[in-house]
C-alpha cells in the first residue's frame, strides 16, 4: 500500500506566500496613510493661502493692541447677519469714504430711523462719507425702516446691520474705517413705551451708550461724537423758554432720565478720556418719513380713517403745547454741530489734554397748541376729526415744551425757519404718497415722496 504524500512543503509554502501577502499590505496600508496626511497637509495650506489672500489685514493703521482682537473679530464674522468677508469690507469703505475734500467720516447710528435716515442723506449729499448702523427693532412698523434703508441705498448710503450693544461689530467697524465722526442717532423713543417695557430704555439709551463710547476711547484716532438727547431732559423745569442752563434733575419719565444719564455719561467720558462730546436737545421733531407712534402721524392716520382722536390737556384744564420742529432744521443743526466739532484729545484710551464738551436745544422756538396741530391736520386733509379731548395721563408726558435756540445760534448758525404749517403740509404730502391714499389736498406742497429730506 502506497504511503500518503507529504504535504509539509505545501503547507510551509503557503503559510509563506500568506505572509508575503499580508507584509505587501501592511506596506500599502502605510503608503496609503502617508499620502492622505501630505494631502491633507497640502489641502490645508491651499485654504490658509486662500484666507490670507482674501481676508487682509483690516487696516495699515491699526494700534498694537487692536491686534490682539484681529482673530476674534474675524472669527465671529461669521456670526453676523451683513457682516464679514472683502466684499461686505468694501461696501463699508465705499459707503463712508467721503467724495469731497477735507469731507467727514461718519458712522450714523439708527439710520434707518427718522432722523437718521435725512441726516445721513444731506451727509452724503453734500460729499462726506456715511456708513450707517441700525438694527431695525420693531417698536414700530420696520417696513418703514427698509423703506428709507432702500431710499439710502440709491444714494450709496450703506446700513449695516447690527446693534449698539455688539462691541465686536463695532469694533469691527472701526478696525475697517478711521471715522472721523460719530453721529449717534440710535435709542429706544417714545414717553409712554417706557411703562410697558422699561429695560429697552436702559439697554439701548445707556448701554448702547457705554458700548459706543468704550469702542470709539479705544479707537486710534478717536472721532469726535455728536449724539442726540431729547428736551424731555427738562422734566417739571417750569422756566420757560428752556435754556440750556436750566435744571435738568427732575425728569418726568424713563426715558427723560435715560437722556440725562446719558448727558452725565457723556461728561465722563469727555473728563477721562478726552472725547468730544455735542448732545442735542432736540424738540417734538415732525415731517416726512416721521415716527408713526408721534401724535402728528398717528392723527392723519386716524382722521383720514375716520376714527377718534384723543386731544389732551391738563390737570387744571390748559392746552398741551409742543415746541414743534420741522426735519430740515433738525438735519441742518446736526450737520452744524458736526461741522463745529472740535477733535477728540485722547489716543488709545488715555486723554492727552481738555476736549469739547456741549450741549445745544434744537427747537423751533415757537410752542403751537395741539388743538392748533389737529385744526391745521383738518384743513390739509379736508376732513373733519372726531376729538376726544380728556385729562393728561400721568405717563410721562409734559405739558409745555418752548426751546430758547441762542446758544446754537451763536455757536453754528442754527437757525428754524419751517412754520407748522408749511411743515405738516409737506408731511402729508408725502404721507398719502407713501401709502397710496387717494384725497383732496390742500395746494401748495411742493414735497415728493423721494426726498426724505423735505424741502432742503
Known sequence: MASPPDKSKTIKLERYNSYIRRLHSTKVINASSKLLFRATLLIALVLILFFTLNYPPLSDNIPSHAHLHHHHNFLSTAFFTSAGGAAWEKQVRHSSTPKRRNGLSVLVTGAAGFVGSHCSLALKKRGDGVLGLDNFNSYYDPALKRARQKLLLKHEVFIVEGDLNDASLLRKLFDVVPFTHILHLAAQAGVRYAMQNPQSYVSSNIGGFVNLLEVAKAANPQPAIVWASSSSVYGLNTQVPFSESDRTDQPASLYAATKKAGEEIAHTYNHIYGLSLTGLRFFTVYGPWGRPDMAYFFFT??????????VYQTQDDKQVARD??????????????????EKSTGSGGKKKGPAQLRVYNLGNTAPVPVVNLVSILEGLLSRKAKKHVIKMPRNGDVPYTHANVTLAYKDFGYKPSTDLATGLRKFVKWYVNYYGIQTSLKKGSAISSEHPEGSA
Open 301 to 310: 392716520k386716524d382722521i383720514l380713517q375716520g376714527k377718534p382722536i384723543d
Open 324 to 341: 414743534f420742529t420741522y426735519i430740515d432744521d433738525v438735519v441742518k443743526g446736526c450737520l452744524g454741530a458736526l461741522d463745529t466739532a
